[in-house]
């Protein structure tokens, strides 16, 4: 467990830097710590992903409201799932992984990293998961493994630039992106609708 002297000692540890704290165990009850008792014992400097979910945590000086994280394959499982589909690769590598992990780092928006969130809102999921999928597809390629000449072609002719072509940055081009978004399923009131989306989301010259 976690325990105050535990949660104490790393904030101590880490003052150039907030305390990282991941208590994964589920449920709630089998927690290694609370959300609540991470930040009291950080000074509200906490860095915290749990793996079942916990209530938000008032400031009682400032009065904020903080959301703690939930580390869970929600964001992750989906990309790769679609993008194996998608581009159809032999194989799926830890890179590819890696890849997508490096994408949902890179998914924070300015507001986001203002508030010091691990996560993206949940809100923006769908657009999330399908820069995780760009990120997955265009790793496959740069690996080899893709058996489908369409993203293969696609990504070769639209491939990030990269400072060293051998890091595994997670980083993907807007025409990539615009494509995987044509293809993911969305709810939508018409047909029109959709296909309206679609070109949107889909033509180069707008993204």
């Not at 490096?102 to 999330?128: F, H, M, T």
């Not at 997955?136 to 893709?146: D, H, K, L, S």
């Not at 009131?189 to 309206?196: A, H, L």
Request: glycine share 4%.
């Amino acid at each position: 467990a976690f325990n105050e002297r535990i949660l104490t000692r790393m904030n101590e540890l880490n003052t150039d830097a907030r305390p990282i704290i991941f208590p994964l165990s589920n449920p709630d009850k089998k927690a290694e710590c609370t959300f609540e008792e991470a930040m009291q014992c950080t000074n509200n400097r906490v860095l915290f992903a749990s793996g079942t979910a916990f209530p938000e945590y008032t400031v009682p000086e400032t009065g904020e409201v903080r959301v703690p994280a939930q580390g869970n394959n929600m964001y992750v499982f989906p990309a790769i799932g679609l993008g194996a589909v998608l581009c159809k690769p032999s194989h799926i590598t830890d890179t590819m992984i890696y890849a997508v992990s490096k994408a949902l780092a890179n998914s924070l928006n300015e507001q986001e990293r203002a508030r010091g969130e691990l996560y993206p809102r949940i809100e923006r999921i769908r657009d999330v998961a399908a820069r995780l999928t760009a990120a997955f597809i265009t790793q496959a390629v740069r690996e080899g493994c893709v058996r489908d000449k369409h993203w293969m072609e696609i990504v070769q002719s639209n491939m990030p630039q990269e400072a060293d072509s051998k890091a595994v940055t997670g980083l993907f081009t807007k025409r990539v992106l615009g494509e995987v978004k044509t293809l993911m399923w969305a709810p939508a009131s018409s047909v029109e609708q959709y296909i309206v989306e679609a070109i949107t989301y889909g033509n180069p010259d707008d993204i």
